[in-house]
Structures are given as structure tokens and as C-alpha cells.
T-cell receptor, first 110, second 112 residues
Framework: KQEVTQIPAALSVPEGENLVLNCSFT??????LQWFRQDPGKGLTSLLL?????REQTSGRLNASLDKSSGRSTLYIAASQPGDSATYLC?????????FGTGTRLKVLA | SQTIHQWPATLVQPVGSPLSLECTVE??????LYWYRQAAGRGLQLLFY??????ISSEVPQNLSASRPQDRQFILSSKKLLLSDSGFYLC???????????FGPGTRLLVL
């Protein structure tokens, strides 16, 4: 059974810091992995989708990497801003199913 | 382009009352449809998925049921709500045969 873990559960950093969010999964037989952002009381905003054949994806200040063999993905946020404050979720993608981690709650202090 | 709608956005219901949440997709045909729930302090969990009209697969045993009366309509129901049914419910769709899912805005349900 696939299990997805995100560490840390919560993170508070001063504005401008570079930071790394971690996602680990137990079964490397995945199709893809996707990172989302969730603002309080809101739905999901897709940030980056990494296909299983890829090692990383970049969008602006965000960079996500995927190492299937070790069951790990990281989301790197450069030069963090208060507007980045949200919960970040990773999801491993299998047949008919997204399996989500419990998220990292990020707060960027001005 | 494709759009997914969910309603209502927020719902407060007493324990024991019925529930009906609706999800519709526009701009595509024969989508796969999904219901997820995010309970307080827990991650998003897949509840049901459907690969066609009248075809529903349940992932976890629970107090809820799902139906797909039309190609692009997915309904989540309960005959009698429990306190533990409170949470944030997300509907999603994918192109048939593809894994990437697209999520709706969600419905926040509070059972009192």
C-alpha cells in the first residue's frame, strides 16, 4: 500500500529565504508526481507535475525534483515571499488514484 | 477548454440529515470522475471514482455513496450525515485513459 509522507509538517521562515519541502513515498511504481498549493479554505492549485521519466520540473521560483528509486521528491522555493504562505501538498499518481501526503504548512514572515 | 464546477461551496447540516453534493464538468466527454475528502488534520483521501455512467468504484467503506446519472455529472450523497462526515470535499476529473487529474473548487461541509 502506497504511503506518502511530507516533512516538515509546518515551517516558518523569514522572507527571502530559500527553502526545501520534502515528500517521500513507499512504492516507486508511480506514474507521475504532482505538487499542489492549498490556501486556507480553498481548493488545490497545481504547481508542478513531474512525469515518472523526468527528474525535475521548474516554474519561476519553484523547482521540483523526483527520485523514484529512493522514493523522494523535493520542492525548492527560491527567495520566499509572504504570498507563498500556504499548505503544500505532494501527490503520487497511480491508476485512477492520487495519493496525497498530509502537507507542509508554510508561513513566510515579512 | 474544460471547467469543473462544484456546489454548494459551503454547507452546514445537522447530524442525521441527508446530503447531496454535485459536481459537473464542461468542455469534455467521457471523463473519469473522482470524489476526495479532506478531514480535519488528515490528508486528502479518494472516496469514489467513475469511469463511465453508472460505474462507481468505492475506495473506502463509509457513510457516503456516489452516483453518475449523466456523463459529466457526479453526485456525492448520504442518507444520514454523521459528525465524522465533516470535511472538505473535492471533485476531480481526468481525460479517459490519462492519469492527470484536474480539481474543482471544493465544498466545505460542517455537520453539527
Amino acid at each position: 500500500k502506497q504511503e506518502v509522507t511530507q516533512i516538515p509538517a509546518a515551517l516558518s521562515v523569514p522572507e527571502g529565504e530559500n527553502l526545501v519541502l520534502n515528500c517521500s513515498f513507499t512504492d516507486s511504481a508511480i506514474y507521475n508526481l504532482q505538487w499542489f498549493r492549498q490556501d486556507p479554505g480553498k481548493g488545490l492549485t497545481s504547481l508542478l507535475l513531474i512525469q515518472s521519466s523526468q527528474r525535475e520540473q521548474t516554474s519561476g521560483r519553484l523547482n521540483a525534483s523526483l527520485d523514484k528509486s529512493s522514493g523522494r521528491s523535493t520542492l525548492y522555493i527560491a527567495a520566499s515571499q509572504p504570498g507563498d504562505s500556504a499548505t503544500y501538498l505532494c501527490a503520487v499518481i497511480g491508476t485512477y488514484k492520487y495519493i496525497f501526503g498530509t502537507g507542509t504548512r508554510l508561513k513566510v514572515l515579512a | 477548454s474544460q471547467t469543473i464546477h462544484q456546489w454548494p461551496a459551503t454547507l452546514v447540516q445537522p447530524v442525521g440529515s441527508p446530503l447531496s453534493l454535485e459536481c459537473t464538468v464542461e468542455g469534455t466527454s467521457n471523463p473519469n470522475l473522482y470524489w476526495y475528502r479532506q478531514a480535519a488534520g488528515r490528508g486528502l483521501q479518494l472516496l469514489f471514482y467513475s469511469v463511465g455512467i453508472g460505474q462507481i468504484s468505492s475506495e473506502v467503506p463509509q457513510n457516503l455513496s456516489a452516483s453518475r446519472p449523466q456523463d459529466r455529472q457526479f453526485i456525492l450523497s448520504s442518507k444520514k450525515l454523521l459528525l465524522s462526515d465533516s470535511g472538505f470535499y473535492l471533485c476531480a476529473w481526468s481525460f479517459m485513459g490519462q492519469e492527470t487529474q484536474y480539481f474543482g473548487p471544493g465544498t466545505r461541509l460542517l455537520v453539527l
